[in-house]
């Protein structure tokens, strides 16, 4: 069993439910309600965005950028959640977005959504593991006469990300081991932090938390150019928007979550929730340790290690660093699989080139492998290739980082939209056991797209101006290849009396990977 209160009839139910989609148990079913949170918690990983991101809060409009922004753009992060979890519950299924993108509109916007939301993976896994290099270095790197250098990143990027791979490679439930440990390690970093700040703070002015001050252009290092008061406070809610994200993890990992139409929703909404309280709890006490709030904008994104230098001992500040580090590293093992299962999922409807082979299962690890590498493979090209161009004097990597955010929250915006039209038609006419009733849902929907106009205008602003056109040139290029190629040929996922053929394949191929008793 999978787990404790996990009886063979829950199974059953959850095997079925699948099958309903038209596809096999060819995933192993192994994570509770906790580890499946803990998949999105890890992702969303407050100790990698909050941290690496906190000068575009610091160095824009100071304490309130925390003491109120933080708050709004979880908010804003929270209305997805709400209204995605609704649609989780009745469609559990890996690769959920694409799934609902299909089923509740078309092969077409099924097949955008999965585009969308699959880019959005695989460069945000790399983001991260950038980050994590770019905190590492900072913390470490002095110590270990380590420069960050384009060189060094790279071997550090292909170490990491291969260690990462390697571990999905062998299984879920090993995964979901570190995935727990990572949760937990959250909870534990964010109240290390928040201890240590408040201690070595000369005073809790707490006025600081709302305190306005426009810090844009040279007051705040460059971090964001000359804005106005209200401009500036709107960019820095990209330091929530942009740390709150990943959710979306609990819903593709949906076939080897138990109970997943109950468990899955609940993990992606508090997710979202416990990331919000516990990063307040730990960026607002990293605000009243600051010794002042002007020289505190002026250090840009050297703000985290600069205010620890100034106030924390060495051999405390060096823990509260290797804390922060291992959950960063954790951070990226759980967008690996996030991104894995996302490619899995499309593939087997066809969706990707060498769909076959990515759509495969490990017998011996019931894991996807090829879609396992070759997200890894791919975020690291991604680096690689961007790092080494430069759009009017901005990297590549930089704008291409704020357009797959914009990516990510439209390939949830999408379903959310269709479920919006869909709702009591035959295309969405039975609810998960996680209801909410349409009238709640309308509301987080309306709200959800409101967000996505806001996250949309704040996310092209200067120094990004360029995703604008990144992210045009997206929507004109994905309509060439729908028109031209993908719309005669691709299928999208079984529906009606294609998911009753499916019912001798399916048994096959759980046959294949040894699944039985069900």
Known sequence: MAAPGYT??????????????????????????????AVSFSIICILSGGINSLAQATSGAGGIGIGIGWLVGCFISLTFAVAMSQISSAYPTAGGLYHWGSILGNRGTGWVTAWLNLLGLITVLGAINVGTWTFFVGAFGPALGIEGTLTNQMIFLVVITGAQALINHLGIKLTAKLTDFSGYLIFFGSILIAVVCLFSAETWDFSRLFTFHNYSGDAGAGVWPSVSNAWVFALGLLLPIYTITGYDASAHTSEETIKAAS???????????????????????????????DDAAKQGWNVFFWAFDQRVSPGLKEFVYLVVFIAQLLCGLATVTSASRMIFAFSRDGGLPGSAALAKVSPT????????????????????GSTLVSVAGTSAYTIVVSCTVIFLFLSFTVPIVLGMLAWGTPKWDKMGPWNMGRGVFMLFAVLSIVSMILIFIIGIQPPNDWALYITVGFFILTAIVWFAFERNRFQGPPLGDIIAARQAAIKAAEQAVGETGH
């Open 8 to 37: 063979d009839v829950d199974k059953a139910e959850d095997v079925k439910a699948l099958h309903s989609m038209g596809y096999a148990q060819e995933l192993e079913r192994r994570l509770s309600r906790f580890s499946n949170f």
């Open 365 to 384: 690890y019931r894991t996807p492998v090829a879609a396992i590498w070759t997200a890894s493979v791919l975020s690291v090209l991604f680096v690689w």
């Open 263 to 293: 468990s899955v929703p609940r993990a992606m909404v508090m997710s979202v929730i416990w990331s919000a309280v516990f990063g307040y709890l730990f960026l607002a006490a990293f605000v009243l340790m600051i010794p002042n709030m």
